[in-house]
């Protein structure tokens, strides 16, 4: 069962924050978050192993809840290269199962 | 590195017809996958392997095929094609990462898309 991403959508001004969540009705080993820019291939930005644990690329940091299975994407003074949509993926073993993705758009 | 390379880019195909899509990777990853993309429905896993030889499904395997006689290659089958299998499909390589004593499996490197359309 894909992870729940909330919200779909959002609409930032340039240096406003966002925070995108993922959640699993499954129980989590790991969360690995991407962006995908228009017309382009997923990138890879970073896993989380631990809960609690933070990571960081850029300004942007996660955090991981293996109790709640939940997972938060913090973007912080957000630029324009931010835009783009932003999937989790979850799973163990090699198997990697993607939410429906948050669109994220930042304008001037 | 070429990393991973998906051949067309662009595929239109009509009801019925079978074709095949190429994926090859030159980072010696043992772990391949395929995956479609349409809209609001995210990234869904087709069929995967863990290396030569071994092939697995995933959560929308109906109406394709892979093989994988080699690390490099990943070759995705369409057997008859229809219109519900109109989309975006990506290819992705991974591998292993040791982190603090905890294999980080499946940090996916992806192929730039074959974009497919039935009629």
């Known amino acids: 069962q894909q992870p729940v991403q909330s919200p779909q959508a959002v609409i930032l001004r340039e240096g406003e924050d966002a925070v995108i969540n993922c959640s699993s009705s499954?129980?989590?080993?790991?969360v690995h978050w991407y962006r995908q820019k228009h017309g382009e291939a997923p990138v890879f930005l970073m896993i989380?192993?631990?809960?609690?644990e933070q990571k960081g690329h850029e300004k942007i940091s996660a955090s991981f809840n293996e109790k709640k299975q939940q997972s938060s994407l913090y973007l912080t003074a957000s630029q324009l290269s931010y835009s783009g949509t932003y999937f989790c993926?979850?799973?163990?073993?090699?198997?990697?199962?993607f939410g429906t993705g948050t669109q994220l758009k930042v304008e001037l | 590195n070429a990393g991973v390379t998906q051949t067309p880019k662009f595929q239109v195909l009509k009801t019925g017809q079978s074709m095949t899509l190429q994926c090859a990777q030159d980072?010696?990853?043992?772990?391949m996958s395929w995956y479609r993309q349409d809209p609001g429905m995210g990234l869904r896993l087709i069929h995967y392997s863990v290396g030569a030889g071994i092939t697995d499904q995933g959560e929308v395997p109906n109406g394709y095929n892979v093989s994988r006689s080699t690390t490099e290659d990943f070759p995705l089958r369409l057997l008859s094609a229809a219109p519900s299998q109109t989309s975006v499909y990506f290819c992705?390589?991974?591998?292993?990462?040791?982190?603090?004593?905890?294999?980080?499996?499946?940090?996916?490197?992806f192929g730039a898309g074959t974009r497919l359309s039935v009629l």
């Open positions: 980072m010696n990853h043992e772990y």
């Open positions: 993926g979850t799973g163990g073993g090699n198997k990697l199962t």
């Open positions: 989380l192993l631990k809960g609690g």
């Open positions: 499954k129980a989590l080993y790991s």
């Open positions: 992705a390589s991974s591998y292993s990462m040791p982190s603090g004593g905890i294999l980080a499996k499946n940090i996916q490197y």
